[in-house]
């Protein structure tokens, strides 16, 4: 099992930034990949972006591709997202994700409980 918290959703302006943090628990985060996912309201739950085991590899989707970086600190066992140039359509519940494998797949195993970030225009 797979315990993840997120944290340091907020409300900014567009053109800021914001970092989001993911504190996993239960397995060493070396041992599996990790990603970020997003709500907004009235829609499905999208992919943001997803990292491997190690960080050797990152991966984005194009509506965040260029402002927004995955990385992690096994060592901290933590998972970031920093979010730079923000716009009012990343306005969303963001969630936090372990994968049942060193590198993503499709579907994640464990979720979090989700982090508000509103961003006003």
């Known amino acids: 099992q797979v315990q993840l918290v997120e944290s340091g959703g907020g409300l900014v302006q567009a053109g800021d930034s914001l970092r989001l943090s993911c504190a996993a628990s239960?397995?060493?985060?070396?041992?599996?990949?990790m990603g970020w996912f997003r709500q907004a309201p009235g829609k499905e739950r999208q992919w943001v972006a997803s990292i491997t085991w190690n960080g050797a590899r990152t991966y984005y989707a194009d509506s965040v591709k260029g402002r927004f970086t995955i990385s992690r600190d096994n060592a901290k066992n933590t998972l970031y997202l920093q979010m730079n140039s923000l716009k009012p359509e990343d306005t969303a519940v963001y969630y936090c994700a372990a994968y049942g494998s060193l590198i993503p797949t499709t579907h994640p195993d464990y979720w979090g409980q989700g982090t508000q970030v509103t961003v006003s225009s």
């Open positions: 239960g397995r060493p985060a070396s041992n599996y990949a």
